[in-house]
């Protein structure tokens, strides 16, 4: 059974940083895309950033220079490293993983929740 834990959120001051992981267990993890997502209050989720299972990557436009995502075939976890946290990136933030294979399969986390404030 398909299983994704984040940990790592927090609280945190504007400027500073967190990274979070997303460690999997019942999938083939070198072989999904790995995203994370995030939602805010009152808000839709929003994609963050992604990482294929070639490695490349890619990140919404307000994250870019200030987030990194990677990846750990090996331990089979995604990482989100996030520096000069704003508070708009207050959120609660998912990690998904996707696999197109003649069918889409695609697992969630339970979400960690990260807050930037003062």
């Known amino acids: 059974q398909a299983r994704l834990a984040e940990s790592g959120g927090g609280l945190v001051q504007p400027g500073g940083s967190l990274t979070l992981a997303c460690v999997t267990s019942?999938?083939?993890?070198?072989?999904?895309?790995m995203s994370w997502y995030r939602q805010a209050p009152g808000k839709g989720r929003e994609l963050v950033a992604t990482i294929a299972e070639g490695g490349a990557t890619r990140y919404a436009e307000s994250v870019k220079g200030r987030f990194t995502i990677s990846r750990n075939n090996q331990n089979k976890t995604s990482y989100l490293e996030m520096k000069s946290l704003k508070p708009e990136d207050t959120a609660v933030y998912y990690c998904n993983a996707v696999l197109i294979v003649g069918r889409t399969y695609t697992y969630w986390g339970q979400g960690t929740q990260v807050t930037v404030s003062s």
């Open positions: 019942g999938i083939t993890f070198n072989m999904y895309d």
